[in-house]
């Protein structure tokens, strides 16, 4: 009984430091991270199953990067603000769609499409279709450089 006892006061704290601080969200409220009062650009777009024949379906008028990282992967989020630079300086030029495998199993269809076996993975889609190489994995020291070229190549 001790262990159930740590292990859910273990989740509380957890949860509760992803909620900033509170224990509970009241029921049907999102929690604040979630609340945005700016307009969502159109060109971001968290990939889904549900979602990934539309994500192709936008492939055959702009390109598509699919993103395929985790929050837990640190060279996923030292590449985010990279990424996320050269998306604004680019003005919506190609469609950012990430597909997060943070989880045990999340997205793990839209990752099996593309033989996804490390993380970060970037990948070029034009009409539905892979096109191109690949960028895997990203090295702070050349990796920005490198990431603006393969981007500048969509």
């Not at 009241?26 to 969502?40: E, F, W």
């Not at 680019?90 to 943070?102: E, H, P, Q, Y």
Request: glycine fraction near 10%.
């Amino acid at each position: 009984m001790g262990t159930r006892i740590r292990m859910f006061a273990a989740v509380t704290a957890i949860t509760a430091g992803f909620l900033g601080g509170a224990a509970a969200t009241p029921a049907g409220a999102a929690p604040a991270s979630y609340v945005s009062l700016a307009p969502q650009d159109e060109t971001v777009i968290d990939v889904t199953s549900a979602n990934y024949d539309q994500v192709m379906e936008m492939s055959k008028t702009k390109p598509v990067v699919l993103d395929f990282y985790a929050s837990w992967c640190g060279p996923c989020q030292k590449m985010a603000p990279y990424l996320e630079k050269y998306h604004a300086a680019d003005n919506g030029k190609w469609i950012w769609a990430k597909v997060d495998l943070s989880e045990q199993g999340q997205n793990k269809d839209v990752a099996d499409k593309y033989g996804i076996e490390y993380i970060p993975t970037l990948i070029d889609v034009s009409s539905g279709q892979e096109k191109g190489s690949r960028v895997v994995g990203f090295d702070e020291g050349s990796g920005p450089d490198d990431l603006r070229t393969w981007l500048n190549g969509l």
